[in-house]
């Protein structure tokens, strides 16, 4: 199983992008990359997935670097509604055994 | 679509008895699952499905039940309540094209055992 290291939070201001960096070592050839948001009282929202380079949609960015140990979730010009747990999750196309890691807690101040 | 379903969305126990958990999705999503996440803590994952009929243990499945007779629902059965089990449970669901890691989660049970 590939575990997942992220800081435990960060602290940013509105209209800055924020990069957070997730860990996984012992990523496996068919492991997926997936960043999911959380807001308090909820269960998480998926945010994004990648498997090599980067991936871009309407809310952020995934950069993966070749060597797949490490990913980093990118948030342009964050307001005050992103502040919020993310989550990284690698995991197998098989569906074995999705792992959470801790998350990283990200406070966006006015 | 209604998406995930849990309920119910409280419930609080005494040590001993038994209850379960539904979850139901109407999204024909083959990979169900189970976790629990404990105050301040990341989630843990109890059981996961990859299809009906097809269950199999996550990171922490002690004390915990659970059957896939269909597609659309996924069932998590406490056998004897204990306070350790106090948490926020959230079911999942995964369509097959996302290799099951795009998950859509329920809005959560908070369960309590005195």
């Known amino acids: 199983l590939a575990k997942t290291t992220q800081p435990i939070s960060m602290d940013s201001y509105e209209g800055q992008e924020v990069n957070i960096t997730c860990s996984h070592n012992n990523i496996a050839t068919n492991d997926y990359i997936t960043w999911y948001q959380q807001f308090p009282s909820q269960g998480p929202r998926f945010i994004i997935q990648g498997y090599k380079t980067k991936v871009t949609n309407e809310v952020a960015s995934l950069f993966i670097p070749a060597d797949r140990k490490s990913s980093t979730l990118s948030l342009p010009r964050v307001s005050l509604s992103d502040t919020a747990v993310y989550y990284c999750?690698?995991?197998?196309?098989?569906?074995?055994?999705?792992?959470f890691g801790g998350g990283t807690r990200v406070l966006v101040k006015p | 679509n209604a998406g995930v379903t849990q309920t119910p969305k409280f419930q609080v126990l005494k040590t001993g008895q038994s209850m379960t958990l539904q979850c139901a999705q109407d999204?024909?999503?083959?990979?169900m699952s189970w976790y629990r996440q404990d105050p301040g803590m990341g989630l843990r994952l109890i059981h996961y499905s990859v299809g009906a009929g097809i269950t199999d243990q996550g990171e922490v499945p002690n004390g915990y039940n659970v059957s896939r007779s269909t597609t659309e629902d996924f069932p998590l059965r406490l056998l004897s309540a204990a306070p350790s089990q106090t948490s926020v449970y959230f079911c999942?669901?995964?369509?097959?094209?996302?290799?099951?890691?795009?998950?859509?989660f329920g809005p959560g049970t908070r369960l309590t055992v005195l």
């Open positions: 999750l690698v995991g197998d196309a098989a569906g074995n055994k999705l792992t």
């Open positions: 999942a669901s995964s369509p097959r094209d996302s290799h099951y890691n795009e998950q859509f």
């Open positions: 999204m024909n999503h083959e990979y």
